[in-house]
């Protein structure tokens, strides 16, 4: 189960317990806000995309959207987003709960600018009801990011 493989990439720093499970979905921006008893902006959401051959992870808050234009200039691609069928096999973690921790190996991710307006934001774990609450330079560290972005309408 991909929980499992987020709870024991944590578990080397000791931050296993940090990990929320709910008993209702979290799948969704609305769902994790609503578990989570916050506002949506503050879900930390994981895009996948494809950029040639090779997938990557954007990590935005939750009421943040691709700005096509931004992302052409950042990626000289236009965005392709992964299929659903294609998401699990080639990130490691099903729609849902789709998060840059405990990724299969070869994928870049990337912060949008969209996030340093908080001081915590809440990722997924793995699974369709968890998340995990981190700070900035937290969400920097463990996600493994390469680079910031900014490729994120609407939330200014």
Aim: hydrophobic letters at 40%; aromatic letters at 10%.
């Amino acid at each position: 189960m991909s929980i499992d493989k987020v709870k024991a990439y944590f578990k080397q720093y000791d931050m296993e317990s940090r990990i929320l499970e709910f008993d209702e979905s979290s799948a969704t921006v609305e769902l994790a806000a609503h578990a989570l008893g916050c506002e949506p902006a503050r879900i930390a959401k994981t895009l996948s995309f494809w950029v040639e051959e090779q997938p990557i992870l954007i990590i935005a808050a939750g009421d943040a959207k691709i700005d096509n234009k931004k992302y052409r200039a950042q990626f000289v691609k236009k965005a392709k987003m992964l299929s659903f069928d294609e998401v699990e096999t080639v990130i490691g973690h099903g729609v849902g709960g789709v998060c840059p921790f405990a990724i299969n190996d070869g994928i870049e991710v990337y912060l949008d600018e969209s996030l340093k307006r908080f001081d915590v934001v809440y990722p997924a774990c793995g699974s369709s009801n968890s998340a995990i609450g981190l700070t900035i330079p937290e969400l920097e560290r463990y996600s493994g990011y390469r680079a910031w972005v900014d490729v994120c309408k609407d939330w200014e």
